[in-house]
């Protein structure tokens, strides 16, 4: 079992940016595969990006459109999702995951991560 906790939300500005970190606490995150999803309020949980074993592929949303980046940290045990242009509707709870996947087609599904951090609030102001 691994949990994970999100940090570096927090209140931004249209056009501006923000990173958002993912950390295992005492535990490397290189043998998993992670996602980060989102929330918005009033709205079902969605698919933002992940990152997949081997090779460290990368998945986006089509919302996404290349304002997003995500990466494995230097650090074993983080996962960080850069956020730029931000815009007001990208105001959600963002929630790092993580998995082991059989299948690499199941990459952006939600119900194929296993476990989830609490998530970590980012509002952006217009």
């Known amino acids: 079992q691994v949990q994970v906790v999100e940090s570096g939300g927090g209140l931004g500005q249209a056009g501006g940016s923000l990173r958002l970190s993912c950390e295992a606490s005492g535990r490397s995150l290189t043998n998993y595969d992670m996602g980060w999803f989102r929330q918005a309020p009033g709205k079902e949980r969605e698919f933002v990006a992940s990152?997949?074993?081997?090779?460290?592929?990368?998945y986006f949303a089509n919302f996404v459109k290349g304002r997003f980046t995500i990466s494995r940290g230097n650090a074993k045990n983080t996962i960080y999702l850069q956020l730029n242009n931000l815009k007001p509707e990208d105001t959600a709870v963002y929630y790092c995951?993580?998995?082991?996947?059989?299948?690499?087609?199941?990459?952006?599904?939600?119900?194929?991560?296993?476990?989830w951090g609490r998530g970590t609030q980012v509002t952006v102001s217009s």
């Open positions: 995951a993580a998995t082991i996947l059989n299948d690499r087609l199941d990459a952006t599904s939600e119900s194929k991560y296993k476990y």
């Open positions: 990152i997949i074993r081997p090779g460290d592929d990368t």
